[in-house]
């Protein structure tokens, strides 16, 4: 069975720091990755995805991910956060051999302090 | 702009009354989905839809019951509810194929059933 561990219920930090989510998955076959961001009072949007290609993909917001095989990771990363970053941060998976099917992780609450 | 929207944002209803959450997409989707969220536990999927009239049971399916009788509009139904059931409740939607993973949310009903 696959899994994804987000192993932070809450990271605060303040506003024009770095932060990093971590995400690790357990899969036995390649999976599919996704960070979904779900802002107060509204349902979850895609942040990014990686399905093939470069390890390292971008959102339009700055936010960054980077999948790591060996270390079956793909965590989170921006290197200056602001106030509306302020949110719940979701890494999910999918099997590639799965039709539909999204494994969300518990949840990581960003909290953005002036 | 994909819009999915639920019918009500909070709602309370007493143990044993039947409760119908209904969720209206405006972007021709053919998948919808519910999810349960509670803290600490992510998102889990109740049961997804691929089509007008078919259904599949997702992680948690138990007292849990779905209706699509038309293609934007997927019915959660709670036969009986029970304090357990007492959550945030998510819809979303997606194509079919390789955007099955990207999936667009609503903002969710949060229930209390007292």
């Known amino acids: 069975a696959q899994s994804v561990t987000q192993l932070d219920s809450q990271v605060p930090v303040f506003e024009e720091a770095p932060v990093e989510l971590r995400c690790n998955y357990s899969s036995s076959v390649s999976v599919y990755l996704f960070w979904y961001v779900q802002y107060p009072n509204q349902g979850l949007q895609l942040l990014l995805k990686y399905l093939s290609g470069s390890t390292l993909v971008e959102s339009i917001n700055g936010f960054e991910a980077e999948f790591n095989k060996s270390q079956t990771s793909f965590h989170l990363r921006k290197p200056s956060v602001h106030i509306s970053d302020t949110a719940e941060y979701f890494c999910?998976?999918?099997?590639?051999?799965?039709?539909?099917?999204?494994?969300f992780g518990s949840g990581t609450r960003l909290l953005v302090r002036p | 702009d994909v819009k999915v929207t639920q019918s009500s944002r909070y709602l309370v209803k007493r143990t044993g009354e039947k409760v119908f959450l209904e969720c209206v997409q405006d972007?021709?989707?053919?998948?919808m989905f519910w999810y349960r969220q509670d803290p600490g536990l992510g998102l889990r999927l109740i049961y997804f839809s691929y089509d007008v009239k078919m259904k599949e049971k997702g992680d948690i399916p138990e007292g849990y019951s779905v209706s699509r009788e038309k293609k934007e509009r997927f019915s959660l139904i709670l036969e009986s509810a029970s304090t357990n059931q007492t959550s945030m409740y998510l819809c979303a939607s997606s194509f079919q194929g390789f955007q099955t993973y990207e999936q667009y949310f609503g903002p969710g009903t949060r229930l209390t059933v007292t």
């Open positions: 999910a998976v999918v099997r590639m051999d799965s039709s539909y099917k999204l494994i």
């Open positions: 972007m021709d989707h053919e998948n």
